[in-house]
Nanobody, 124 residues
Framework: QVQLRESGGGSVQAGGSLRLSCAASGRTFSTYVMGWFRQAPGKEREFVGVISRSGGSTVYGDSVKGRFTISRDNAKNTLYLQMNGLKSEDTAVYYC?????????????????WGQGTQVTVSS
């Protein structure tokens, strides 16, 4: 089992940047594929991106390609999401998830563990 905690959310103007972190504790972090999702009010949880166990492979959702970058530091048990060129439509609660299976899933039900989320608000 792994426990996840997101941080780094906040309010920013359109065009700005934020870096989210997801700190993991418990079972070895490097054994999990890690993903980022987001959920705006009244909407379903949306895939942002996913990173392999080693960090060598990433997949992004179409709405964030070229603007967001996922990375991980297995020595620090931490996942990151660098968000540049933020837009008002990026406003949401951002969640990190851990998947024990080893694939690179883009759907929320595939993930076994979730953090509590961190709010990102982008004003235009």
């Amino acid at each position: 089992q792994v426990q996840l905690r997101e941080s780094g959310g906040g309010s920013v103007q359109a065009g700005g940047s934020l870096r989210l972190s997801c700190a993991a504790s418990g079972r070895t972090f490097s054994t999990y594929v890690m993903g980022w999702f987001r959920q705006a009010p009244g909407k379903e949880r949306e895939f942002v991106g996913v990173i392999s166990r080693s960090g060598g492979s990433t997949v992004y959702g179409d709405s964030v390609k070229g603007r967001f970058t996922i990375s991980r530091d297995n020595a620090k048990n931490t996942l990151y999401l660098q968000m540049n060129g933020l837009k008002s439509e990026d406003t949401a609660v951002y969640y990190c998830g851990a998947d024990a299976e080893g694939s690179l899933p883009a759907t929320a039900p595939a993930y076994d563990y979730w953090g509590q989320g961190t709010q990102v608000t982008v004003s235009s």
